[in-house]
């Protein structure tokens, strides 16, 4: 699988960012999906991730703010990010692991999300 992000950038906070992950190489509907934020000095932590029937789950600091979404006809992901905050500055990255698996092998490039306070 390979995954290609885009629509990252800067933004205020407050503001809104929508970014989207195109998957291509495998049947994208045997994987979940997942977006990974990595910020300066900090781990790599999981965002949301979603399977291919629609289930989702986020992380505490992003609930309610962020919602995750795919298109598997489009081979598709995309996260809305709103009400975003200078906390959630960071590269973020799109992530699959096949469904029998815990670990996410396939991995994005990254783009750079900049939330200016």
């Known amino acids: 699988v390979q995954l290609v992000e885009s629509g990252g950038g800067l933004v205020q906070a407050g503001g809104s960012l929508r970014l989207s992950c195109a998957a291509s190489g495998r049947t994208f509907s045997g994987y979940v999906m997942a977006w990974f934020r990595q910020a300066p000095g900090k781990q790599r932590e999981l965002v949301a991730a979603?399977?291919?029937?629609?289930?989702?789950n986020y992380a505490d600091s992003v609930r309610g703010r962020f919602t995750i979404s795919r298109d598997n006809a489009k081979n598709t992901m995309s996260l809305q990010m709103n009400s975003l905050k200078p906390e959630d500055a960071a590269v973020y990255y799109c992530?699959?692991?096949?469904?029998?698996?815990?670990?996410?092998?396939?991995w994005g490039q990254g783009t750079q999300v900049t939330v200016s306070s």
């Open positions: 992530a699959a692991r096949r469904i029998t698996t815990l670990r996410y092998d396939y």
């Open positions: 979603i399977t291919s029937g629609g289930s989702t």
